[in-house]
């Protein structure tokens, strides 16, 4: 049989169309409002809304505009939640700007080491390739928010607010870009010109300044000593002279990174639950603290969520949060578009294979603040996101009884 | 020596930019209105004055709203620009949604044939994991365009007009994605399991069906016969009845396609010139014209679109428009942002490296 499509197939194909339920009607909704508003689940339902037996007054929501910055965000939203509550200011926000400006340094650092631990490697070669195409950008792991946090400390939102780079990444990501792999070039004629590897090393620190100098022109300078002023929620002023971001950090949080552990859930193709995993391509930060996941049941995944959450602690975590959801009522649930209802094609994949055809990925970072446990089990989750209106307030999350989808509702 | 990054490089870093000539000044200007705002070359918009000594009539111009059909509404707006000049239709558009749906039919078997011929092959090696991370997309190169019309013809722009989802096909790309990458799953297991030609042939057909469905729903579909009305610009009323998408291709185009040659200027070292190229995996209809470029010299491929310009034919072109771009001034040119200048370095780059 040819591989081509034959007229025949073509009119045969047409004619099955004719036969098709209702196709008329559908065709016609489709057309007028596209797929997701002609299937789309009643918003608005008991189902999805934001009432939780266990949840974590949060405070105002913070917005990453338009920058990668989510995974931080969300650390920085778990830690201020921590902070509120010691030192009675309930809006305390830590300084963005400041880690990712070092952020893009420790980046950059990462794509020139890497550049020159390929670099005999031929262009188009698979690893090469993929450092060149994705150089340096916003997005991030939790493990690299603690190592940069670990490395260089915190400071308020006050003592080095956001810029227009900052807010809006688009030019900044371009001009790095273009500046490493220009960098990336140069370290390969080096190479091929007989540089060793203290030489390459060396070229690679000098190619840091300026990277630093372009980061110092985007976000400001970072600050080494700073005062904090602040009016706690008495109305009580305060002022702490001669910090530093570390200073602050231990005096303000204290946190000990040492103490949490990033739990995933995959039954993926090699992936086996109970063990351990890296992903090396993401420790940003050279010398800093490395990623590594622990697989469990999805069920364990949950109870650990809860129990944080009883505890009086918010949980990072990292989901989908493009599939499924309604961005206008901050609704995220498990087939809020009933699609293979409006086709007829039957369009569901369990999670494991969702991750192995590339289907399902982990692009965003956002923290739960709440549950609903209704006789033990959770139903839905409270979510903080970092976007503006009008996903700016909590959402929930639902789980479908007996699948493997969970979903979150505003 | 160290790979990390220390204070004492830090620490270099700071003294180097407090060296800086007019740092203070220009990080202010950055801080508070972004890179490209602040390089800007009035230069640029001086030489990129909108005046040409070779200029051809084009009359308003399409748009492709949010989806990926540049190369489609280039190869097209070269097509009507000869049928508003030899009909004299002013402002006539050809359907690029019609072009749309038969892409995105074709790009779904071509991509069944890749998975089948990948299905040996684990999930993450760089072929299979290519295909599944994007099974399809809206892109595509002249070659694949004149492909749709060889197999499908042409329709007018009224005969089968955008919808929601050919202005705006984020969420059809999703959900036919979504029906590709499960459908891969099932291909490769027929593979693996030693299943028949036949019945492998006949499952790809029975997903071909559920696709076929998927984009009339959001799409349309496409006609096979209609009439053609229209005015011209002697107020001259016309009808053409009966006409088939290939009977209008040939009466107002009519253009031997096989006389077009894609032609590109790559400087790298891996393409000599004065030979012909393609690119796996880049297609879209089994069985059809394949993507063929001609790498040329720049001198002989500026010569040749100068060429054709002067023949009185608009010239389809494929660029990085997002590089070095105004849109609002709608300049393109490499010294329009002066980054060198603001930043104190070089960000100089040969073709051939870039």
Known sequence: MSKAISWQQVQQYQQELQQQPGHAALARAVQNVGIKAASRQQLGQAAFAPVFSDEIPTGVVTNQKHSGRCWMFAELNTMRHAVSGKFGVKNLEFSQAFLAFYDRLEKSNQFLNQMIANVAAPIGSRKLDWYLTWANGDGGQYENAASLIAKYGVIPKSVMPETYNSDNTTELNATLNLKLRQDAVALRQAYASGATPDQLAAQRVQQLSTIYRILAYAYGEPPRQFDFEYMDDQHQYHRVPGLTPRSFFDQFLGWDFDQYVMLISTNATGKEYWHSYTLPSQDHVEGGRRILWVNVPEAVLEQAAIQQIQGGETVWFGNDVLADSDRQSGTLVGDLYAQSELFGVDLHMDVGTRFDTHQAEVSHAMVLTGVDLVKGAPTKWKVENSWAPPMDTTATLSRMSGGSRTTLTQ | ?354
């Open chain 2, 1 to 354: 020596m160290a790979k990390a990054v220390t204070s004492a490089n830090l620490d270099q870093y700071a003294q180097d930019f407090a060296a800086t000539p007019a740092a203070p000044a220009l990080q202010k200007a950055v801080m508070n209105n972004g890179i490209l705002k602040v390089a800007e070359n009035t230069a640029s918009k001086v030489a990129m004055t909108p005046t040409f000594s070779v200029e051809l009539d084009t009359g308003a111009v399409a748009n492709q709203k949010q989806s990926g059909r540049c190369w489609m509404f280039a190869a097209l707006n070269t097509m009507r620009h000869s049928i508003q000049a030899q009909f004299k239709i002013k402002d006539f558009e050809l359907s690029q949604n019609f072009t749309f749906f038969w892409d995105k039919f074709e790009k779904s078997n071509y991509f069944y044939e890749n998975i089948i011929a990948t299905a040996d092959q684990p999930t993450d090696s760089r072929k299979v994991a290519f295909l599944l991370t994007t099974p399809q997309q809206d892109g595509g190169q002249w070659d694949m365009l004149t492909a749709l019309i060889d197999k499908y013809g042409i329709v007018p722009k009224s005969v089968m007009p955008e919808t929601y989802s050919s202005s705006k096909s984020s969420e059809l790309n999703a959900t036919l994605n979504l029906k590709l990458r499960k459908d891969a799953v099932a291909l490769r297991k027929l593979v693996n399991d030693g299943a028949s030609a036949d019945d492998l042939a006949a499952t790809k057909s029975k997903f071909l069906s559920e696709d076929y469905r998927i984009l009339a729903y959001t799409l349309g579909n496409p006609p096979t016969k209609f009439d053609f009305e229209y005015r011209d610009d002697d107020k001259e009323y016309h009808r053409d009845a009966d006409l088939t998408p290939k009977s209008f291709y040939d009466k107002y185009i009519g253009w031997d396609l096989d006389q077009y040659q894609s032609i590109i200027q790559a400087p790298t070292a891996d393409k000599p010139y004065n030979h012909l190229y393609t690119v796996e995996m880049l297609g879209n209809v089994v069985g059809g014209r394949e993507v063929r470029h001609l790498n040329l010299s720049v001198e002989d491929f500026k010569a040749a679109a100068i060429k054709q310009l002067q023949a009185g034919k608009s010239v389809w072109f494929g660029s990085d428009v997002g590089k070095e771009s105004d849109r609002q001034l709608g300049i393109l040119d490499t010294n329009i942002y002066d980054q060198d200048g603001l930043f104190n370095t070089s960000f100089q780059m040969t073709k051939q490296n870039a």
